[in-house]
């Protein structure tokens, strides 16, 4: 069993943040931080709320990667990740690959707030 921290956020994948971004903050009332562009992922991403509610937008900046991809197929804003807080990053991902889980990220990589690792399921 892994053993999952807090929920640390829901991810949105959306063609253009600032199309979508009045809807959570002016609608929904979430405070944006800055935009922030993350070219070794080729996304744009904004985080929206607080510590006890989190939504981070993402925006593809190539229609060639796993999040433009995503976006292409549905067309419009979407779940795309949810983000859960581990202790020991590389141990979780050692532990979900023995079970069977489908990583897409065998190893951490540098997200928008820290280390992360993607899996499918």
């Given at each position: 069993?892994?053993?999952?921290?807090?929920?640390?956020?829901?991810?949105?994948?959306?063609?253009?943040?600032?199309?979508?971004?009045?809807?959570?903050?002016?609608?929904?009332?979430?405070?944006?931080?800055?935009?922030?562009?993350?070219?070794?992922?080729?996304?744009?991403?904004?985080?929206?709320?607080?510590?006890?509610?989190?939504?981070?937008?993402?925006?593809?900046?190539?229609?060639?990667?796993?999040?433009?991809?995503?976006?292409?197929?549905?067309?419009?804003?979407?779940?795309?990740h949810v983000c859960y807080v581990v202790d020991d990053?590389?141990?979780?991902?050692?532990?979900?690959?023995?079970?069977?889980?489908?990583?897409?990220?065998?190893?951490?990589?540098?997200?928008?707030?820290?280390?992360?690792?993607?899996?499918?399921?």
């Open positions: 069993m892994i053993e999952l921290g807090p929920l640390h956020h829901v991810a949105v994948a959306v063609p253009r943040i600032e199309e979508t971004l009045p809807f959570f903050r002016d609608t929904l009332g979430l405070a944006p931080g800055a935009i922030r562009d993350l070219p070794d992922q080729r996304v744009r991403v904004v985080f929206l709320g607080d510590d006890r509610q989190r939504i981070e937008l993402v925006q593809p900046l190539d229609p060639d990667t796993g999040v433009g991809r995503f976006v292409a197929e549905r067309g419009r804003p979407a779940l795309h990053l590389k141990g979780t991902l050692v532990r979900l690959e023995r079970q069977g889980i489908e990583l897409i990220d065998r190893a951490p990589r540098h997200g928008a707030e820290g280390d992360v690792a993607f899996g499918s399921r």
